[in-house]
């Protein structure tokens, strides 16, 4: 990038990150996408390219090669011990460090005409991954916390006040995190790390759970709390949280550390939504009412998927 200016000064946003695809394209000697839509942008980007049945996927900084890395490598792992995961596609090189972006290939799934995954179908698919056995490769522990800080340093238009207060939280909630961690070895093990129904894709019949960023050894409660909170959070009826319960076979809000692991989650939560505040009026308004919540310590007030 010797006439581009480093990534940590370009923002990561779909125009940059779409020009990160076109040139990794270039680079490799695929053809550049014709029409590409947009997924999701938030830790990455991602992008479907159905001309080339192609979904490319976007780190924000090039720097990012061992979090990528163990993307790749679990996708590979989870299709060797035939899990229903999505491989990457290892026909093109990759990854591909481009305009301070790491860009990676992945299997493109059309939208079918079967229904959506369930939250039964999430419950299942937890167990299957929370019995399979420790990879041959190396995971690494269950942090969320120096994800969280380094959001809080690159934070744009957030107010002051916010920021000191979600630093304090994150300093308040750590020791407690990781003292539970270790109090219970014997419920520590490979977890998906960002288990919610939005990273469930349907392929025929078959329901397969993707991304792989926040992957980690840590406590499997872990997992299920996306599912437990969106009744709060998110709306989800009380009777489709019990159906998952009975599917995977725990109730994680029965679990003693709960409130520990639930901060935790919300906190890595609305960090997350900070990034995109400058980017969007709708995120920068939720993002303000789940501050406002934080700060009141309203375990139920109502949130909103964006």
């Given at each position: 990038?010797?006439?581009?200016?480093?990534?940590?000064?370009?923002?990561?946003?779909?125009?940059?990150?779409?020009?990160?695809?076109?040139?990794?394209?270039?680079?490799?000697?695929?053809?550049?996408?014709?029409?590409?839509?947009?997924?999701?942008?938030?830790?990455?980007?991602?992008?479907?390219?159905?001309?080339?049945?192609?979904?490319?996927?976007?780190?924000?900084?090039?720097?990012?090669?061992?979090?990528?890395?163990?993307?790749?490598?679990?996708?590979?792992?989870?299709?060797?011990?035939?899990?229903?995961?999505?491989?990457?596609?290892?026909?093109?090189?990759?990854?591909?460090?481009?305009?301070?972006?790491?860009?990676?290939?992945?299997?493109?799934?059309?939208?079918?005409?079967?229904?959506?995954?369930?939250?039964?179908d999430l419950a299942q698919?937890?167990?299957?991954?929370?019995?399979?056995?420790?990879?041959?490769?190396?995971?690494?522990?269950?942090?969320?916390?120096?994800?969280?800080?380094?959001?809080?340093?690159?934070?744009?238009?957030?107010?002051?006040?916010?920021?000191?207060?979600?630093?304090?939280?994150?300093?308040?909630?750590?020791?407690?995190?990781?003292?539970l961690v270790a109090a219970d070895p014997a419920a520590?093990?490979?977890?998906?790390?960002?288990?919610?129904?939005?990273?469930?894709?349907?392929?025929?019949?078959?329901?397969?759970?993707?991304?792989?960023?926040?992957?980690?050894?840590?406590?499997?409660?872990?997992?299920?709390?996306?599912?437990?909170?969106?009744?709060?959070?998110?709306?989800?009826?009380?009777?489709?949280?019990?159906?998952?319960?009975?599917?995977?076979?725990?109730?994680?809000?029965?679990?003693?550390?709960?409130?520990?692991?639930?901060?935790?989650?919300?906190?890595?939560?609305?960090?997350?939504?900070?990034?995109?505040?400058?980017?969007?009026?709708?995120?920068?308004?939720?993002?303000?009412?789940?501050?406002?919540?934080?700060?009141?310590?309203?375990?139920?007030?109502?949130?909103?998927?964006?």
């Amino acid at each position: 990038m010797s006439s581009q200016q480093p990534s940590h000064l370009v923002p990561f946003a779909e125009s940059t990150a779409a020009s990160a695809v076109k040139s990794a394209c270039g680079e490799i000697g695929v053809p550049s996408p014709r029409d590409l839509e947009l997924l999701r942008i938030g830790e990455n980007a991602l992008f479907a390219d159905p001309s080339q049945k192609l979904v490319y996927r976007v780190a924000r900084s090039d720097t990012l090669t061992a979090k990528v890395a163990k993307e790749l490598a679990t996708a590979r792992w989870l299709v060797r011990q035939g899990f229903p995961a999505i491989p990457p596609r290892d026909d093109l090189t990759q990854p591909v460090a481009v305009e301070g972006r790491l860009v990676t290939f992945w299997e493109y799934v059309p939208p079918g005409a079967h229904p959506a995954p369930e939250l039964s179908d999430l419950a299942q698919l937890l167990r299957a991954l929370h019995a399979l056995p420790e990879p041959d490769f190396v995971v690494p522990p269950l942090n969320p916390f120096p994800l969280m800080r380094g959001r809080l340093e690159r934070a744009e238009g957030v107010a002051e006040a916010d920021l000191v207060f979600l630093e304090a939280a994150c300093r308040n909630a750590e020791d407690d995190f990781h003292a539970l961690v270790a109090a219970d070895p014997a419920a520590y093990g490979l977890v998906h790390g960002d288990a919610h129904r939005g990273n469930l894709l349907r392929r025929g019949e078959r329901v397969l759970l993707i991304d792989y960023e926040a992957v980690a050894m840590g406590p499997r409660a872990w997992d299920l709390l996306p599912t437990a909170t969106a009744v709060d959070r998110f709306g989800l009826p009380p009777t489709e949280y019990a159906a998952f319960v009975d599917t995977y076979g725990m109730d994680v809000t029965k679990h003693p550390g709960y409130r520990t692991l639930r901060t935790v989650r919300e906190l890595g939560m609305t960090t997350w939504l900070m990034q995109n505040v400058t980017h969007s009026a709708a995120e920068a308004a939720e993002f303000a009412l789940r501050m406002e919540s934080l700060r009141r310590g309203d375990l139920g007030a109502r949130w909103h998927a964006l």
